[in-house]
């Protein structure tokens, strides 16, 4: 049987329940299947079970957790949280705090997976959470600590990878737009379609990433951004490549200097680094396009081999702080889930209309070699 076989056959004895979570995690693993796949399948596994394991994790939730320790680990992203964020903290609850970072899911979940005993706090993406409690690698938080997730906008609460809340506590959101001058352009876009306008030739620029340039232009033409349907793919390559003869360049974080100077004046970019950019560039705006585009989030959770778990419960609480959230976002760029953050460039949260237009990513699993064929393609 071939690798892709024996995979498809295991995520339907997975989801037919014939298969544990854990092993499943184990022996997707080894067949080469990536994290991001793996957390869909367990995601829907949770959504077509329920929430049978809320009384076993509310009793573990609940139980008191003693002083708080003198240390603490985090291990998070690089360049994901503001200056002050851990000094201040430790001078306020005498904390020694030691912090690390990593550049990708993959990293962290190897490291925790290796048997890294000195985490505390980890910050993975959503579409991580599943296989972190999957393979009992993250505990569920205590309520009782955890006063300020009052402060949480709904839009982050319950999520599908996390119900209830029980493993997280949000850091930071995003989407992946429309970044545009609105001193240059006339009226403000609204549509993928922009991007196929001969009035701004050489004047805009598309992320260099193939799967936001290809799945903005399925999106384009109502499919999900996820798309495996060989069919919608080459329609979308064919707009792709209809819209390459007026970008000027694919180029991602970099293209904030000419957004600035006004050499692009539209670009496909993410909410927080237009953000950034319109800290020198007022004249900035940034639109969710009426087909939709992508969001994502990540969340501290804590490792079931924390030695610190009191204090971590206590960062956690801390990051909800109005002042604490406002900072780190204001650092960043990006959203703050905190309601009660206050921004100085405000990343306004989705309306709800806007929210039913954005998609999470997942993993293309084998299809992903389609997908890096047709971004050549686009590119040559």
Not at 98 to 112: G, I
Not at 336 to 359: F, G, H, I, M
Request: proline fraction near 6%.
């Amino acid at each position: 049987m071939s690798a892709k076989k024996e995979a498809e056959k295991l995520v339907n004895e997975v989801l037919a329940g014939g298969v544990s979570r854990r092993e499943f995690v184990t022996r997707g693993m080894a067949l080469g299947l990536s994290l991001s796949t793996i957390g869909m399948v367990l995601a829907s596994c949770a959504k077509k079970e329920g929430d049978k394991t809320a009384g076993a994790d509310s009793t573990t939730a609940m139980a008191d957790l003693g002083p708080i320790e003198k240390e603490l680990n985090i291990y998070n992203w690089s360049d994901y949280i503001a200056e002050d964020t851990v000094p201040n903290f430790e001078k306020e609850f005498g904390v020694k705090v030691t912090y690390d970072t990593y550049e990708s899911n993959e990293e962290m979940v190897a490291k925790l997976q290796a048997g890294a005993a000195g985490y505390d706090l980890v910050v993975p993406s959503g579409y991580i959470i599943p296989v972190l409690t999957a393979t009992d690698l993250i505990q569920p938080v205590n309520p009782k600590y955890l006063s300020n997730t009052v402060n949480l906008s709904p839009i982050f609460r319950d999520l599908p990878t996390d119900p209830g809340n029980r493993y997280t506590v949000p850091w930071q959101w995003g989407t992946t737009g429309i970044a545009y001058r609105t001193d240059k352009v006339t009226p403000a876009p609204d549509s993928w379609g922009v991007f196929q306008n001969a009035k701004y030739h050489k004047k805009m620029t598309m992320m260099d990433d193939g799967r936001e340039v290809i799945g903005a232009f399925l999106r384009f033409k109502g499919h999900s951004l996820n798309s495996r349907n060989p069919t919608e793919l080459q329609e979308a390559k064919a707009d792709a490549i209809g819209a390459k003869a007026h970008l000027k360049a694919y180029i991602s974080a970099p293209v904030k200097d000419q957004l600035i100077a006004g050499d692009v004046t539209i670009a496909q970019l993410w909410n927080g680094d237009t953000s950034q950019a319109k800290v020198s560039q007022p004249n900035l705006g940034y639109v969710i396009p009426k087909e939709g585009c992508t969001i994502w989030s990540d969340s501290l959770v804590i490792p079931k081999s924390s030695q610190h778990p009191r204090a971590a419960h206590e960062f956690m609480n801390y990051i909800m702080r109005p002042d604490v959230a406002s900072a780190i976002s204001n650092f960043t760029g990006y959203g703050s889930p905190n309601a009660k953050a206050t921004l100085t460039t405000p990343v306004p949260y989705p309306s709800t209309e806007e929210l039913a237009r954005l998609e999470y990513q997942i993993d293309l699993g084998a299809d992903t070699q389609l997908w890096d064929q047709i971004w050549t393609e686009i590119k040559s």
